[in-house]
Structures are given as structure tokens and as C-alpha cells.
């Protein structure tokens, strides 16, 4: 099988092969992404609150009567060959959007390509009962949606939500002398680019990225955090730069404290190392002073995230202190 022809009679159906990246690991390179929309957002519009300036999660606009609307829309190829799975992933991963702004879904509709001549339409609805059924537990209605017919298979949704403004989570308002707290552990990427060359199958990985970050932004808001944002393509150490660089401080991050997956780095060590997962390295790499820090750990800091969990400014309970903000101090980031 290969990514333009069908699959062989009675073989079984491997979502990613149909695909050149997976999840979060095939979006646009960060400092590519940069450049595309350098420029674009111009004046903020009145009673838009968050925009394009920093790169946050979502945007955020007042809402006339009070409160405010949250939208945000997330896509991508198949990150699992379990279509069900993968259903379920991707609407976790939009919906994180709302959350790690401190927004409850209010709404979200489905958005769909599908290579209707090289993969069963049976397959395609398994990934929308996924979405459907991760919708649900998030308590967000979910309602049509748009499709197209694609060379390969992606699934996401566009969803909007509502918050408090007054209580947003934004990347630009950390302060030196925050801790940095960590709600899901890292690893999610090499473990899907070994599932992806191999077959073989992490089920805590899976449970990791389907879980929703409804908890754990509950929690921080609770705890009366106001900056966080979900670790996904960019890594941990290129969210955490946009964050710093918004903030306009030192992030330290103490690498042992970072939690990882089972088998994480073994998959780092066995060369199941994503071509995203390299480019943030090296997009970082510029600002971040790295200490003793092995090629080994570099890499999962950087390891592009599927679904991944929240980077929050502040003490989340339950969730790993991994670092702290600091007075800006030469590299926007310090690895230890």
C-alpha cells in the first residue's frame, strides 16, 4: 500500500499510511508560520480581546451583552490507524483550544476530508463517531460541519466556546516568579512516528491525547493562574518560547522534572524522530541556552505534541512544577 494507491484485498486499512505527517507533527513549521501571517493582524478591531499578535490558542472577542466568544478550528492527518481513535483525538485536541483559554465549548462542528475513492466511507464515519462521542463528554453540541474529497484523510473541528474575560488564559501574561506546571507528559510524538513506521500500538499514548484538558484548565483558573497554553505541534520548548517571548521574561525549565511516556525514549533512541520535532529544535534553538543538556532530552522537549496538556503559569495541583518564570536574562529560554 502507498499513499496514492488503495490498500491489497484482505489486508487491513492503516490510516497513517495515507498520510505524509501525522496529527499535530504536519503543521507549518513555526517560524514558517510566523513569516505567513507577519503583518496580517494590523489593528485590532474594537472588542477583539486576543488576535494574532502573540499566537495564542484561540481568539477572543466581547461578547455586546457581556462575557466573551472563543473560536478556534484544528485539523489533521490520521496521528493513529484506529479510525475511532483518531475520531476521538482530534476533537480533543480542538476542543483544548477553548480550554487552555480558559473557555468552556459552547459549540463545534465537524471538518472532514476524506480520499472517497481510496478509503471506505464505513472508515470516515468511525472518525466522526469519535469526534462525536469526545464532543459529548466535553458536554459541547455537535452539529454538521464541512467535507471535501481529499487526496488524504484529515479530520478536526471548529468550535466555539465562551469565557469569563476578566479570567482569560493568555501566553502574554506570565510574570517572573511563576512556577511552570505540566498537565499531560511528553512523548506523544515519537511514540505516534513508531506507531506510524511499526504498527505497534500505545494505548496510554492514546489515552493521553483522547483525554480532555477540561480538568486541568478548571484547576488553574481555580487556582487563579492567567497564562497557559497547550503543548501540541510545537513543542514544549516552542510553546514555552512564545510564551516567555509574549511575556516577556526567562522561562527555566528543569528537565528532570519533565514527565514522559513509557518508551519515550527509547523511541528517541531507536530514531522514531519526527521531521516537525527537528525543525523546532532548530527554531529554538537560537533563543534557548541548553546547559548540559543531551541531544537525547533536547529532542523530547521539542517532540512535536498530538493533544498534549497544558503549559500553565502557576502551580496547577496535581500537575508536575517542571520550571519557573524568571527577570528576562539573555535566552528566552534555560534549560537545566
Request: aromatic share 4%.
Amino acid at each position: 500500500m502507498t499513499l496514492t494507491g488503495e490498500p491489497a484485498a484482505g489486508t487491513a486499512i492503516r490510516l497513517t499510511q495515507y498520510a505524509r505527517g501525522g496529527g499535530c507533527a504536519c503543521k507549518l513549521p513555526p517560524g514558517e508560520l510566523e513569516d505567513l501571517v507577519a503583518g496580517l493582524h494590523g489593528t485590532a478591531p474594537p472588542g477583539l480581546l486576543v488576535g494574532l499578535e502573540h499566537g495564542d490558542d484561540a481568539a477572543v472577542a466581547a461578547l455586546p451583552g457581556g462575557g466573551a466568544a472563543v473560536a478556534t478550528a484544528d485539523f489533521f492527518t490520521p496521528v493513529v490507524d484506529d479510525p475511532y481513535d483518531w475520531g476521538r483525538i482530534a476533537a480533543a485536541n480542538a476542543l483544548s483550544d477553548v480550554y487552555a483559554m480558559g473557555g468552556t465549548p459552547l459549540l463545534a462542528v465537524n471538518l472532514l476530508a476524506w480520499p472517497r475513492d481510496r478509503l471506505p466511507a464505513e472508515l470516515a464515519r468511525e472518525v466522526l463517531r469519535g469526534g462525536r462521542d469526545t464532543a459529548a463528554l466535553a458536554g459541547c453540541p455537535l452539529a454538521g460541519g464541512h467535507s471535501v474529497d481529499d487526496t488524504e484523510p484529515k479530520y478536526g473541528m471548529a468550535v466555539t466556546g465562551t469565557a469569563d474575560p476578566e479570567r482569560l488564559l493568555r501566553i502574554d501574561r506570565g510574570r517572573p516568579g511563576l512556577p511552570l506546571s505540566l498537565t499531560k507528559p511528553l512523548g506523544l510524538g515519537v511514540l505516534n512516528n513508531r506507531h506510524k513506521a511499526t504498527g505497534e500500538v500505545f494505548p496510554e499514548a492514546v489515552a493521553v491525547m483522547a483525554g480532555l484538558n477540561r480538568d486541568a484548565a478548571a484547576a488553574a483558573l481555580e487556582a487563579g493562574c492567567r497564562c497557559a497554553t497547550d503543548v501540541t505541534g510545537f513543542g514544549l520548548l516552542g510553546h514555552l518560547y512564545k510564551l516567555a517571548r509574549a511575556s516577556g521574561v526567562t522561562a527555566v525549565v528543569h528537565a528532570a522534572a519533565v514527565p514522559y511516556l513509557a518508551g519515550a525514549r527509547e523511541a528517541v533512541r531507536d530514531g522514531y524522530v519526527s521531521g516537525g520535532t527537528r525543525r523546532n529544535l532548530g527554531w529554538v534553538a537560537p533563543h534557548c541556552d541548553f546547559g548540559r543538556t543531551g541531544e537525547e532530552a533536547r529532542l523530547l522537549l521539542a517532540d512535536a505534541q498530538t493533544s498534549g496538556g497544558l503549559l500553565v503559569a502557576g502551580e496547577v495541583p496535581g500537575a508536575p512544577v517542571i520550571g519557573e518564570l524568571v527577570e528576562p536574562a539573555g535566552p528566552a529560554l534555560l534549560v537545566r
